[in-house]
């Protein structure tokens, strides 16, 4: 990894009980919450509409919600499948020549994301964290053992009650380095990014619930995944039955 994005990240990672602490009694400022719309009022404006022809995707686009109140109840293995499948999968491919696409767009094609899920709640798959071979479709059992008690420690108390599943997902630097240098991160985050969108709106699909966590321990994290120097935990979605 070079040694700009390395030192970005070091600075960057995030760890609980490091976020910007307020003083004891004072409110949380208007500025966390206050949303600012950008307008240009003296320029002349063009009516836009609501479109009103509704589909399936818009439907979904509409429902899509962060969901956190998750419920201790499994998912179906099948909805695993095919979050795993058509988030971040090879798409099948009339040409033998051209490399597979995927479902999501990458930067030169050069694929950096990497999908890990960490299993605490799904029938009929061991509790265990796994990697998603996007080649073979398949997943690896890097560990079979109960995580749910680090999924706290990993990931926050609260976004773990109802003990959900997580799918992780990490970037491999060196493969977008070769072509883009240093925006191999900024790459890369934009990737996790349209994956994410994909996981969202397919766990809206299969009316599962989902909450994006970008407030994860890196470095418990990448101790977890056993991650090399040149990989790094970029963004996670928690996954799960809801209320
Ligand atoms: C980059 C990113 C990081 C986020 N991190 C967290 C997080 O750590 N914990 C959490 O509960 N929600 C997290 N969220 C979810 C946001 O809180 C949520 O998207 C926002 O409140 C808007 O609500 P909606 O997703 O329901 O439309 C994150 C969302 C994004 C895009």
Not at 200 to 215: P, T, V
Not at 223 to 232: A, C, R, T, V, W
Request: proline letters at 5%.
């Amino acid at each position: 990894m070079l040694e700009e994005i390395k030192k970005f990240y070091e600075k960057t990672k995030f760890k609980f009980g490091e976020l910007q602490k307020l003083p004891k009694g004072i409110e949380v400022p208007l500025n966390w919450i206050r949303v600012f719309y950008k307008t240009y009022p003296r320029f002349p404006k063009i009516e836009l509409k609501i479109p009103e022809k509704e589909t399936e995707f818009s439907k979904l686009l509409k429902k899509r919600v962060s969901r956190r109140d998750f419920k201790d109840c499994p998912i179906n293995f099948e909805d695993i499948e095919r979050i795993l499948y058509l988030s971040s999968g090879l798409k099948s491919s009339d040409n033998e020549n051209l490399q597979p696409k995927r479902f999501y767009p990458s930067a030169g094609a050069r694929y950096p994301i990497e999908v890990y899920l960490l299993a605490n709640n799904i029938e009929g798959l061991s509790k265990g964290l796994y990697h998603y071979n996007v080649k073979s479709n398949t997943l690896e059992e890097i560990l079979k053992k109960d995580l749910s008690g680090k999924s706290i420690r990993l990931f926050g108390q609260d976004i773990s009650k109802g003990n959900p599943n997580f799918i992780i997902l990490t970037g491999v630097m060196s493969r977008s380095e070769v072509k883009y240098g240093l925006n191999a991160y900024r790459f890369g985050l934009i990737e996790s990014g349209h994956i994410g969108q994909n996981i969202y709106l397919l766990s809206e699909e299969q009316r599962l619930g989902c909450c994006a966590i970008g407030g994860f321990d890196n470095e418990l994290t990448t101790k977890l995944l056993d991650l090399s120097d040149d990989e790094i935990p970029l963004y996670v979605f928690a996954l799960g039955k809801t209320n």
